[in-house]
């Protein structure tokens, strides 16, 4: 096919790598490090700044370009980065001696440490209270559109960009300009809406990741960096570099609006990314870096205050909702006629949810109040309710998608809210909401065809921004998820309702069957909570006597096994529930070797009472097979086997081999009444123990009252599942125990992290120093056990003290940036030396090694 025969939309700028473009913009440079600090990527504009070029920088130590003690400051703050996407900054840094000083962004990308660097704007001042006094006037926002036009007032404050939008995502991923700041005479963008495809997907993603976005000059000549592949023929990710170039693209589409420079700041509320603030300047601009560093805070101050706002708002919407539903249950528990007044039940609905009309479907009768659909649209609505909605709350702001000839009365009735009020048969109160005919302010047409352009492959975005307007018929305003909620709990009030209604005999049914599933709903939520306080309350209240922690680990295993149960028979509401899956989860969270427990048998359900019983039984086997039988051992494993008896009763076999040789109890305990009298007491049904010397076995026979079948006979896979809760982790080695342990480390923050793990390694006292001359006035003090020494302590290094310890004939070893590129003196050139970060698994090996210790975890 020719390509210009090939009509494409702007969703094919999804494809583009704008994450690996291979350059940034010249407001700064890149170098790119390996570990050991050897430069293996530069940009091609480094002496512009350092006065090096890039290729006498790449494969050289770093260390010969830039002064010893940026190095220092560089290597601490890599040694802060945690996370993925972690980037660390560093303001007024020197990377060349007497010169202005630089701020500097670092971070790590495809085994590197890239190290981005601008010259430094100046001091912004007090940024506490410069955050401060603009969250402050944030809070001042009666509402949330003087909210979001606070937000931009004060990012236009700082920055001064000629236009500062608040743009919002909808569900379907366009956006709406909700809160606008700019200069006067250049018009007005709030209220414009955006398509999806204005932002790809790809871009999506780094706004979350990255959360500051700057394009400095859209005229500006991209600097290369090389070499654009490494050894492995991989580019270099600058997902999160804070001068990475811009997508050709991007630039026309903003030469297309007449924007010389933007700035974009991500909004993220509960994980997602909300919306963003987007900056506009008609002129190349380039906010100082520290500055930067203060619309980002901002920016994430600002989404915590909305996403607080947005909850106080549905709060108070519900809350009010659920007065309403009082107020209804109470209208009604006095003049049960009133269900049959639909105008009445309008007006109370409405008032909650609003709608233009209510049509309310009970037993076959029906009745109408407000805009609502013909009869015979609203009877094929319920009939497509009952194959969609699934006795649940429904929703749509488009019935012709549902519905079959909808569309002929789309103009009038175009979106609904059903609410079941039974079971079967199903009934309905559906409200209804008119056609909506939005006349929406697009920036562009979202769905004219674009031509091939000057970015080959690429797309050319579109040429005119003239505002365009898009009409949306047969479609209402959506309902939204609070009010989807509030109908929840409307359901639960008009299903009550609603039963009062029938006559006297088939009410008591009606009542009991619907009472039944909202007081077992409440039921399992109540005792769900009750089986975990008295778990918490049982572990919190233990002394420390090793008689009674084993009490409470005993019980607390019972109670837990009760839980499990508990929560699989009320998935199903109050149903039937598998007996694999009890044996699964039995094995899984109890048996040190779950896969020594081998199952078999055919798809069988157990019903709640029978559940509950086979539950503790099955959790006193497995718990005392692992400390006593075969389960205790390495090679001992557990046969279950179950099957259905020609009465249909259920017999189920647990038989041990392999473990060590069994012998009859000389008292019975709890446990073992529990195995053999709780089927006979509680099932009608029979329990057999026998303890043979070649392993433990017990048969029960479960009465078929208590068993059904699944109704698809294939049944679920049987499988064991491995253990996800129950064991403890492999404990860390008390590699110090009781020891004085001396840390010499400059970095506080640095030196917080290794006391910690000390500790945890058993270390008695931890006796930390920033300096050469502190660490030696604490060797006149006291002998520490052993020395963890960092070599480079700022423009001093740690090797004295080290021939202090040598002479004090104390163990050490020494820790560094550099790892196994420190320089050591001769003296000490065979010493241990563990990379920084320090670790747990790092800080253990290397104190094992010096202690010649085993220290693997």
């Known amino acids: 096919m020719n390509r ?11 494809r583009e790598p704008i994450h690996i473009l291979g350059a940034i913009q010249p407001i700064g440079f890149l170098i790119a490090v390996s570990f050991d600090w050897i430069v293996a990527r530069a940009s091609e504009n480094v002496r512009d700044f350092i006065t090096r070029s890039h290729e006498e920088m790449i494969g050289h130590p770093l260390a010969d370009f830039l002064p010893s003690i940026a190095i220092h400051d560089l290597r601490n703050r890599v040694a802060l980065l945690r996370g993925a996407d972690a980037v660390e900054r560093v303001f007024g840094c020197e990377l060349v001696k007497g010169a202005a000083p630089f701020d500097v962004a670092l971070h790590m990308s495809g085994g590197q440490i890239v190290i981005e660097a601008e010259p430094a704007a100046g001091n912004p001042g007090d940024t506490t209270a410069m955050v401060r006094s603009m969250v402050s006037r944030l809070d001042q926002a009666p509402d949330m559109t003087a909210f979001f036009r606070e937000g931009a007032r004060q990012i236009r404050g700082l920055h001064g960009y000629d236009r500062v939008m608040v743009y919002k995502f909808d569900p379907e991923g366009s956006g709406e300009v909700v809160g606008e700041a700019c200069r006067s005479g250049i018009g007005t963008f709030k209220g414009l809406h955006y398509p999806a495809s204005d932002i790809p997907q790809q871009a999506r ?15 500006a000549k991209p600097v290369p960096v090389v070499p654009a592949l490494d050894e492995d023929n991989r580019p270099l990710d600058l997902s999160l570099s804070v001068l990475r170039s811009v997508s050709p693209i991007h630039i026309e589409y903003l030469k297309n609006m007449g924007v010389g420079a933007s700035l974009s700041i991500s909004i993220v509320v509960d994980g997602e990314l909300w919306g963003l603030f987007a900056c506009h300047h008609y002129s190349a601009r380039c906010p100082a870096f520290q500055k930067r ?14 996403e607080s706002r947005e909850r106080r708002e549905a709060i108070e919407y519900e809350r009010r909702a659920r007065d309403i539903s009082d107020q209804l249950l109470g209208a009604v528990a006095s003049d049960e006629t009133l269900l049959k007044d639909p105008d ?8 909650a949810i609003p709608a233009e009309g209510v049509a309310v479907w009970i037993n076959g009768s029906y009745a109408f109040s407000g805009v609502t659909p013909p009869t015979d649209g609203f009877r094929r609505i319920v009939r497509a309710l009952n194959g969609t909605a699934a006795g649940k709350v429904f929703a749509t702001d488009c019935i012709s998608s549902l519905v079959d000839g909808a569309k002929e009365y789309s103009s ?6 059903a609410i079941p009020i039974s079971r079967s048969p199903r009934d309905y109160v559906v409200l209804f909401r008119s056609e909506l005919i939005r006349s929406v302010r697009w920036a562009g047409d979202p769905h004219k065809p674009v031509e091939y352009g000057p970015n080959g492959p690429r797309l050319t975005p579109r040429e005119s921004f003239a505002e365009w307007k898009e009409l949306v018929e047969g479609r209402s305003r959506p309902f939204t998820t609070s009010e989807i909620r509030v109908a929840e709990t409307l359901r639960a009030t008009l299903i009550e309702v609603v039963l009062r ?12 069957s619907a009472r039944q ?15 975990g306080v008295i778990r918490g309350l049982i572990r919190q209240s233990q002394p420390d006597e090793d008689a009674v922690k084993q009490f409470v680990k005993v019980v607390d295993g019972r109670i837990h096994a009760l839980a499990r149960a508990h929560n699989q028979i009320t998935d199903d509401h109050w149903g039937p529930a598998p007996l694999q899956a009890l044996i699964d989860a039995e094995a899984a969270a109890f048996a040190d070797r779950p896969e020594a427990i081998i199952a078999s048998g055919p798809p069988t359900l157990l019903n709640p009472s029978a559940y509950s019983t086979m539950a503790l039984v099955v959790h006193e086997l497995v718990t005392n097979s692992t400390k006593y039988g075969s389960l205790s051992t390495t090679d001992g494993h557990v046969n279950i086997d179950w099957h259905r008896e020609r009465n249909r009763d259920l017999v189920l076999t647990w038989k041990e081999s392999g473990g060590p040789v069994v012998k009859a109890p000389t008292r019975k305990g709890f446990g073992t009444t529990i195995i053999e009298r709780s089927v006979p007491y509680d099932l009608g049904g029979t329990a057999e123990a026998k303890y043979e010397e070649s392993g433990f076995s017990a048969r029960f026979n479960i009465p078929a009252r208590h068993v059904s079948e699944p109704k698809n006979h294939a049944g679920p896979a049987i499988k064991l599942m491995r253990p996800t809760h129950g064991h403890a982790p492999k404990p860390v080695p008390n590699l110090l125990m009781d020891k004085t342990v001396m840390l010499v480390e400059d970095s506080l923050i640095i030196a917080l992290d290794a006391e910690d793990i000390i500790s945890r390694l058993g270390a008695e006292t931890v006796a930390t120093s920033s300096t050469v001359e502190a660490a030696l006035d604490n060797l006149g003090q006291m002998t520490p056990a052993i020395a963890i020494l960092d070599i480079n302590l700022g423009d001093q290094n740690s090797f004295g003290i080290a021939d202090r310890l040598l002479e004090m004939n104390v163990p050490f070893l020494f820790a560094s940036g550099y790892g196994e590129q420190a320089k050591l003196p001769m003296d000490h050139r065979s010493r241990i030396v563990v990379q920084k970060p320090y670790t747990m698994e790092n800080l ?14």
């Open 4 to 14: 210009h025969d090939f009509k494409v939309d702007l969703t094919n700028c999804d």
């Open 205 to 219: 993603a780094l706004y979350k990741r990255n959360l500051l976005r700057i394009i400095t000059d859209v005229n």
């Open 501 to 512: 209604l029938a006559d006297e005999a088939a009410a008591e049914r009606h009542q009991a």
């Open 293 to 306: 560093a203060v619309a980002e805070l901002f920016a994430q101050m600002f989404a915590m205050r909305l």
């Open 412 to 417: 009038e009735v175009a979106g609904m809210l």
């Open 344 to 351: 009445w039940l309008a007006d109370i609905l409405t008032h």
């Open 517 to 531: 599933e909202l007081l077992i709903a409440e039921l399992n939520h109540r005792v769900r909570n009750i089986l």
């Open 844 to 857: 253990a090996r290397g104190i094992a090694e010096l202690l010649g210790i085993d220290g693997e975890m």
